[in-house]
């Protein structure tokens, strides 16, 4: 038996799907917050799924899910860069002491192994390209030191209760479900949107950026990999083996662009160091960046109630970014 933290989220949900199809039993913890049920509506009604409807740092509340269980799922987590400049306590609670709570509740549960979502924005600007898992921690905003912080606490577990712990840092997941709530956020919705509304691309910088875009269920095989591996008080990174500019993204999802200004604290380039979690869990990226994109776009109905962002609104949502994350020697 697992339990899925964030189970109606993106990740979560295709996590869930692939668990059930395996023939195990789940427990979905999800506030609900940003996770919807309807990603789970492809398996509403199987009994072997039970959904907790609760907020995983009211550790009160979910302990007594965890009792029986074998793996433990973490991916409840608040995501995005402005809503994490704009409330930082929000993003600590939900990602540090939410954090702190499922760690407790799996450690009194004694459960076999305990995986926990990391995320690459860790490594802030890296020096190192292809980013190995020894790469300096860096994180320039408030979310990407919550789940640093979050980590931190999942190997300290590990460390001082021997609970058997992963971490898996995650590079720029995508695939059908991924949010499209009124947050500004990841580069695949903001485009599926504008491309629905026949609105330009807006392209930040000159698109010669690059990021590693991880299809989703390569993703969802790391976690089943490492919930069954004897890995222990490892992190992973989980990559797509290559990188991929912004401009291609465009030339394959077609469209005109609109420029948008280079943001501060952004990378130029996303791209994980893989070696690690190919021989410690024997995984492989399958999906190639072309055939995640046919993908999305066969899926691209699912944007339609999607917010259509262009350059006057980001322009708005962005400017306490500029304003926090600008170096104070470029500042004005
Ligand atoms: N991006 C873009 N236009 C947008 C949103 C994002 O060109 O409207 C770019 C952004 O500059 C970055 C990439 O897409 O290089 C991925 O952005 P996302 O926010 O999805 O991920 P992250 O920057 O956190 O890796």
């Known amino acids: 038996m697992s339990v899925v933290t964030g189970g109606a989220g993106f990740i979560g949900s295709h996590l869930v799907d692939r668990l059930l199809a395996h023939g195990h039993r789940v427990r979905v913890i999800d506030d609900l917050s940003n996770g919807r049920l309807d990603n789970l509506s492809g398996c509403a009604g199987d009994p072997r799924l039970e959904v907790t409807e609760a907020d995983v740092a009211d550790h009160a509340r979910i302990a007594g899910v965890f009792k029986g269980v074998d793996h433990v799922y973490h991916l409840a987590a608040l995501a995005d860069i402005v809503p994490s400049i704009d409330e930082p306590l929000k993003y600590h609670r939900a990602n540090v002491d939410g954090t702190a709570s499922v760690l407790e509740a799996a450690r009194q549960a004694a459960v076999a192994r305990f995986v926990y979502t990391a995320s690459s924005s860790c490594y802030g600007i890296p020096d190192?390209?292809?980013?190995?898992?020894?790469?300096?921690?860096?994180?320039?905003?408030?979310?990407?030191?919550?789940?640093?912080?979050?980590?931190?606490?999942?190997?300290?577990?590990?460390?001082?209760?021997?609970?058997?712990?992963?971490?898996?840092?995650?590079?720029?997941?995508?695939?059908?479900?991924?949010?499209?709530?009124?947050?500004?956020?990841?580069?695949?919705?903001?485009?599926?949107?504008?491309?629905?509304?026949?609105?330009?691309?807006?392209?930040?910088?000159?698109?010669?950026q690059t990021r590693d875009f991880t299809y989703v269920?390569?993703?969802?095989?790391?976690?089943?990999?490492?919930?069954?591996?004897?890995a222990n008080g490892d992190c992973l990174n989980v990559g797509s083996g290559g990188t991929y500019s912004i401009r291609s993204l465009v030339d394959l999802l077609g469209g005109p662009i609109d420029f948008i200004p280079k943001r501060p604290g952004e990378p130029d380039c996303t791209f994980a160091n893989i070696d690690k979690i190919r021989a410690r869990l024997d995984w492989q990226p399958q999906v190639s960046f072309v055939e995640g994109v046919e993908h999305m776009l066969a899926a691209i109905d699912h944007w339609n109630d999607a917010p259509v962002w262009n350059a006057d609104s980001i322009a708005v949502a962005t400017e306490r970014w500029f304003e926090c994350l600008t170096p104070r020697s470029e500042a004005r």
Do not use: I
């Open 217 to 230: 269920s390569d993703v969802v095989n790391a976690f089943v990999a490492a919930a069954r591996s004897d």
């Open 128 to 208: 190192e390209v292809p980013t190995s898992e020894a790469a300096p921690m860096a994180p320039m905003y408030p979310y990407a030191l919550s789940k640093m912080l979050g980590e931190q606490l999942a190997l300290h577990w590990c460390q001082t209760y021997r609970l058997p712990v992963v971490s898996l840092r995650l590079f720029n997941v995508y695939g059908p479900r991924s949010r499209t709530s009124g947050t500004y956020g990841a580069v695949f919705g903001v485009f599926l949107a504008q491309k629905l509304a026949g609105q330009p691309f807006t392209v930040v910088g000159d698109g010669s």
